[in-house]
């Protein structure tokens, strides 16, 4: 198992622009795949992205395409999430999660590995 420590969240303008990190401790972190999800008040916990072990395959919801790019940084232990042209409905934590395999839609939540804590991101209209 990795420990997950996600930073960057904060409070932006509709427009604006956040980029999020996930920090893993542990020397296996290259061997996860690793994904973003996000959960809003009275709301399910959703997929938001996610990005193979390489980080040669990334996979997002048709929700946040074109605007979000994850990405992952393996000599630093390190995922991120950039998130641009925000909107109010992106309001939500949004948590770092690892998983052996792929994380590539909601269906994988019950078999995630590690979760973070997750940050509160809100988006002002």
């Known amino acids: 198992q990795v420990q997950l420590v996600e930073s960057g969240g904060g409070l932006v303008q509709a427009g604006g622009s956040l980029r999020l990190s996930c920090a893993a401790s542990g020397r296996t972190f290259s061997s996860y795949a690793m994904g973003w999800f996000r959960q809003a008040p009275g709301k399910e916990r959703e997929f938001v992205a996610g990005?193979?072990?390489?980080?040669?395959?990334?996979y997002y919801a048709d929700s946040v395409k074109g605007r979000f790019t994850i990405s992952r940084d393996n000599a630093k232990n390190t995922v991120y999430l950039q998130m641009n042209s925000l909107k109010p409905e992106d309001t939500a934590v949004y948590y770092c999660?690892?998983?052996?395999?792929?994380?590539?839609?909601?269906?994988?939540?019950?078999?995630?590995?590690?979760w973070g804590q997750g940050t509160q991101v809100t988006v002002s209209s």
């Open positions: 990005i193979s072990w390489s980080g040669s395959n990334t």
């Open positions: 999660a690892a998983r052996k395999g792929l994380v590539t839609d909601r269906s994988q939540i019950g078999d995630i590995g590690s």
